[in-house]
């Protein structure tokens, strides 16, 4: 008797076994089922969820290239900005130097220009002041303070800050003011060189500053290309960065959402397998107590 009883108790807990693990089955197709996801949790697939967090965290990255890409391609645009400004500001200070070398013009109206010429130097001082984010953009990496003082001299320092934007790229925060703006050609140097000038009163020496203005447009044209190329790397490392995101999402998508035809095909066939399972166990329980009795 205890033999039989053995084999009862033996066979009947691994049917039960086999029922428990076609519930285990069903439950979990019922929920890849209704919430479309087959990976939620680690436990559901230990090597896909080492995949996923690998992903995300590839994506976290990306994510903060790109935030730093548009936050430099913001920089840029308000340094070119800056630098347009000076060159309008040069262009006008031409003009004017141009004009008042023409001999039909007297020393008064020279010395009287050097208010117009003052002011068009203030400006460029003000431009060459821009600061974005709290950062002035010419002072290298003393970005905390003003580049120049009112008299034109650099406050900044010779440093060259960047900002990461990719795997191993970086995009410039912010230029030597003393190199960008005064290195070929002086802009502080045309400008206070003109109003210096006019106050001389003479046409000649007037017409002298021509050749320190035509050298700031110059440097200025140089300053703009060097800008420009950063604005570029910085416009390609926001569509990498976006592309890449793309990227890591399809492959995050593709092993964290189930095909739901084919989730609810496991679906039907953990239920059948689930009820033939009770129906076996229920059938073979009055067998086995028969057999026992």
Do not use: C, H
């Not at 089922?33 to 990255?61: C, H």
């Amino acid at each position: 008797m205890s033999v039989i009883r053995s084999t009862f108790n033996g066979r009947l807990a691994a049917l039960q076994s086999g029922t428990a693990r076609n519930a285990s089955r069903l439950g979990k197709a019922q929920e890849v089922a209704t919430t479309g996801l087959k990976v939620q949790r680690p436990s559901d697939d230990p090597a896909r969820s080492g995949r996923l967090y690998a992903i995300d965290e590839q994506l976290a990255d990306q994510a903060v290239w790109r935030d730093n890409a548009e936050w430099a391609e913001g920089l840029l645009v308000a340094a070119d900005e800056a630098l347009t400004d000076i060159v309008d500001a040069l262009g006008q200070a031409r003009v004017l130097a141009v004009q008042l070398s023409n001999d039909s013009y007297g020393p008064s109206d020279r010395t009287n220009a050097v208010v117009s010429a003052q002011r068009l130097l203030e400006r460029a001082l003000a431009s060459a002041n821009t600061s974005f984010a709290g950062r002035s953009i010419f002072a290298g990496e003393a970005w905390d303070g003003p580049a120049y003082d009112a008299t034109g001299a650099y406050l900044g320092d010779t440093g060259a800050p960047e900002i990461p934007v990719g795997e191993g790229l970086a995009v410039r925060s912010g230029f030597d003011g003393s190199d960008l703006l005064q290195g070929g050609g002086d802009v502080v140097v045309a400008f206070s060189n003109l109003v210096a000038n006019l106050a001389t009163g003479d046409a000649d020496i007037v017409r002298s500053t021509l050749d320190d203005i035509d050298g700031a447009i110059a440097q200025l044209a140089e300053a703009r290309t060097i800008v420009g190329n950063e604005m570029l790397n910085a416009g390609d490392a926001i569509e990498l960065s976006e592309s890449l995101e793309l990227s890591f999402s399809d492959a995050a998508r593709n092993i964290r959402e189930a095909d739901l035809p084919t989730a609810y095909t496991n679906l039907f066939a953990a239920q059948q397998a689930y009820q033939a399972s009770l129906q076996v166990t229920a059938q073979s329980r009055s067998s086995l107590l028969f057999n026992l009795l």
